[in-house]
């Protein structure tokens, strides 16, 4: 899939995730659909973790949707482009074509719907440099 939004996938134990153009639609590993919601805009990046789907839009936003693919956050993570998800136990680390990677904490969806951006502004911007020089 290329980075115009043709086509995105997320696969979990439950669920294969599949976002086309700005459409995200989940399906069971037999191929039944499980639910579609727009997210409007276009879809550049996709992950899982537990019930939270995730995406990233070339808007640099992000949305997450819970198991029945109802929106619960939507927070504008960066400035351009989010290139790629990556998933870590609750935490999402969010990388854009802006030079920033973000960390976002899912265990914070507790009740669902939280505002992502109140957890953002208590964290500390990264870039991918400085997020390489902490895994070495």
Known sequence: FGADGAGRLAVDADRVLHGRESTLTAHAHGGRVLWSTPVDDRI????????????????????????????????????????????????????????????????AMDP?????????????RQTAESLIQRVR
């Open 44 to 107: 550049t990046a996709v992950a899982t973790s537990g019930p939270w789907a995730i995406v990233g839009l070339v808007s640099g936003g992000l949305v997450v949707l819970d198991a029945a693919g109802e929106v619960r956050a939507r927070v504008q993570a960066h400035e351009r482009v989010v290139s790629d998800l990556l998933v870590d136990g609750t935490t999402v680390w969010s990388a854009s074509w802006d030079g920033q990677v973000r960390s976002w904490d899912l265990g």
């Open 112 to 124: 669902p719907g939280m505002d992502l951006e109140a957890d953002a502004r208590s964290r500390h």
